[in-house]
Each structure stands twice: as C-alpha cells, then as structure tokens.
C-alpha cells in the first residue's frame, strides 16, 4: 500500500506544479481563482492521503474547515465575476 500512497502522491504533486504554473501565468483573474481552487483541493486530498496512511483521524477538522475555505472562496469569486461581467 505504500507504493500507492507514493504514487498518488506523486501525481498530486504534479498536479500542484501545473496549477502553480496556471496561478502564475493565467492571463486573467479568473484563471488565476480557479487555480487557486483547484490548489486548495489539492491540499485537501494530500491531507485525505495522510489520514489514511498514518491512520489518524486528528486532522480531519483540518479538511472540513479548508473545504469550507474552498467553497466560500469559489462561490464569492464567482458572485464577483458575475457582477463585473453584468456592469461591462
């Protein structure tokens, strides 16, 4: 099983790399919002990774408060864009 954990990992890992480069690069500020969410989800499934290798259950709070964060975030910025595209 460690050899999965490792593996997926590595993917997440990957994928935080290239949403970084999006965050950074993105050529508008939705871009760069939706990279930011997607960033944050990353981190929530590293640490559901981590949970479930160490087995402990501590940091569980820790994923509902940042899925909380994700979706206040998510929902605020798309209620910002919406206006800004209403007032063009």
């Given amino acids: 099983m460690t050899t999965v954990y490792l593996i ?3 993917v997440m890992s990957l994928a ?3 949403t970084l480069v999006r965050l ?3 050529p508008d500020a939705l871009d760069r919002i ?3 969410d997607v960033f944050i989800v990353l981190i929530i ?3 559901a990774v981590y949970v479930a290798f160490y ?3 501590s940091n569980i709070p820790l994923l509902v408060a940042f899925a909380l964060l994700a979706f206040v975030g ?3 910025a798309a209620r910002l864009a ?3 595209e209403w007032h063009r």
Avoid: H, K, N, W
């Fill in 55 to 57: 087995r402990d259950g």
């Fill in 34 to 36: 939706a990279a930011l």
């Fill in 8 to 10: 997926v990992l590595g």
């Fill in 82 to 84: 919406e206006r800004r």
């Fill in 45 to 47: 499934g590293a640490t």
């Fill in 24 to 26: 950074f690069q993105g």
């Fill in 16 to 18: 935080g790399l290239l």
């Fill in 74 to 76: 998510s929902a605020t």
